[in-house]
Structure formats: C-alpha cells, structure tokens
C-alpha cells in the first residue's frame, strides 16, 4: 500500500521500520528540526534521521491547519496514514484524505490512559498490565476505535524507559498486522467505562514525597525514570532517582535507614539506581563508595 508515516520520537522508529519492509512509504511527516546540543544547532528527530538514511522524503510542517498544508498531504494520494507520536492535531481534512483514514498506534490498552503519557501513568498508578492498540483516528482525543491490541503485563523491574522500548517494538509488529489484514479488520468501539487521561508529565510533580507509602514512591520513580526523573533534596545535593522498589521498613519519612534504603510513610525503598547533579547515573553502591555512610541522614 501508499502509505503516509507520521511520527517523531525514538518510541516511532521500529514501526517507520516495519511499514518501510511490507509497504511503500511515500512520505514522512515528522516534527522540524530544534536547537539542541552545546551549540543549540537545529538537530533533525529521530524519525527524520531513520527516513533520510531509507531514502525517504520528508516533511516538516509546523502545523497541518493551514489549506495549503492540507492539500499537498491530499495530493500524496495515499491509501493509509500511520501515525506513532506525532506531536501535531490532524484536522479532519487530513484524518479523511487516505483512502482508508488514518490509523494511530497509542501506547495503552484503551481507552485507559488516552493522551500524552500513557507509559508513565501506567507505571505510576500500579496497573498490573499495559499494551499497544492500533485505532482508527478520529477528531476526539485517543477515542476512535480499536482495530486490534496487545497487552503486556508491567512488572516491578519496569522503569518508563525499558517499558517504552518494549511497546515501541510491539507496536511495530502489530502496524504490520493491521496493515497486511485492513481490508478484512472491523473495527471495535471504545467502551465508556474505564476510560482515564495520561496528563502530560510535568516537572513540578517530579520531586519526591517521602510521607507518601513505598509502593507510590517506587513507582513514582520508575513510571519517571528517566525523564523527567524524579528527585530529592539531599545533604550531598539534589540527587535524581532512577529505580527503586519498595521493602519494609520504618522511621521518619525521609531517613536513610541503611545503605540507600529511605523511609516512606509506610514502608521503604531501596534506591538502585541514582544520578548525582553534573554526574553520570551510578548503582547505589558506587554513590555509597563515593560518600561513605549516609545512614541516619534525611532527603526531602
């Protein structure tokens, strides 16, 4: 098939990958370019590297809202678009243009977690598992419906990272069954029962609550692990947390009891992992060799 790739981020590549094997990929849209690095120098999104090295052409919008943007993705004549963390607002003129729409792999088991984070939310909230659907979009917010889906179950070894890469490759696999079955697949609607948002994560809720119970906490530093990454206020600095699981324990919230082990307000957790400002992330015993006994000191 003609088919219109829509992505951004690493999460997007593996599917741009599976699409590129199977099918024709006639263009890529793709987030511009922004100022990153030490010189602030416009760095092209990872979905753009991968179609420049496939040889594949691309475009940049910064929005699809003007006619003019919307005409030229009309005349691409396309037969589907595949659309994997975009970043833009598809109107309506462009989610009709293909001949069989547009079709979005989300990271949820919809309509849980509809919106921005679905991967983190779901680490964060405790669910027992996660997967990919692949929807039929539509002008709401994540509330077409589902032509097929794949869950997995979230452990407590999960941290956002390692749970995105697992879904980025789960949802390349399933785009490649969709798209070999369309024609054949019926869509299903969304229930209304159980549907949640994702908010986007924001910085501010990134800073650790110690009174909170263990549980929340670990799992609040692995859904943010490792962006924006979940922090604290220590005697040796800010120290940004990068796993944890919860174990027993008992003091005042905050209080290193052993080794890297902190006091919730029930329970404790040992942090595995950690990142010192301006330094790389290290286990908690390479910090420790480093600091000496920190036992009996209070983060906040």
């Given amino acids: 098939m003609r088919v ?7 999460f997007s590549v593996p599917a741009l990958d599976a699409i590129h094997a199977d099918h024709d990929v006639i263009c ?3 987030q511009p370019p922004r100022p990153a690095g030490r010189g602030k120098h416009p760095r092209p999104t990872p979905v753009h590297q991968r179609a420049e090295a496939l ?3 691309v475009r940049h919008p910064v929005s699809l809202r003007m006619p003019e943007a919307q005409a030229d993705f009309a005349a691409l004549n396309a037969d ?15 989610l009709d243009a293909p001949r069989f729409g547009c079709l ?3 990271a949820s088991l919809l309509p849980r977690w509809r919106g921005a984070a679905p991967i983190q939310r779901a680490i964060m909230a405790g669910d027992a598992e996660t997967g990919v659907c692949i929807m039929q979009m539509e002008a709401g917010l994540d509330t077409g419906p589902v032509l097929l889906r794949d869950a997995t179950p979230i452990t407590e070894d999960d941290t956002s990272a390692g749970l995105h890469d697992r879904l980025s490759q789960m949802g390349a696999a399933l785009i490649r069954d969709a798209l070999a079955r369309l024609p054949t697949l019926v869509p299903e609607a969304q229930p209304d029962a159980g549907v949640t948002y994702a908010a986007k994560i924001d910085k501010a809720e990134a800073r ?12 609040m530093i692995r859904g943010l692990s490792p962006f924006p990454g979940a922090w604290c206020e220590t005697p040796f600095g800010r120290l940004k947390l990068l796993d944890a699981r919860s174990v027993s324990g008992q003091g005042v919230p905050g209080e290193v009891l052993e080794g890297l082990t902190v006091a919730c307000g029930q329970g404790a957790v040992d942090l595995l992992a950690v990142q010192r400002e301006g330094k790389r992330a290290m286990g908690a015993a390479e910090l420790l060799n480093g600091l000496g006994e920190v036992k009996g000191q209070r983060f906040s």
């Fill in 28 to 30: 890529v849209y793709t």
């Fill in 208 to 219: 650790v609550d110690w009174t909170r119970p263990a549980q929340e906490v670990a799992r």
């Fill in 80 to 94: 589907v678009a595949v659309v994997v963390a975009y970043g833009l607002i598809l109107p309506q003129p462009v």
């Fill in 55 to 57: 040889g594949l052409a």
């Fill in 104 to 106: 979005n792999i989300h």
């Fill in 4 to 10: 219109i790739f829509m992505g951004t981020p690493d």
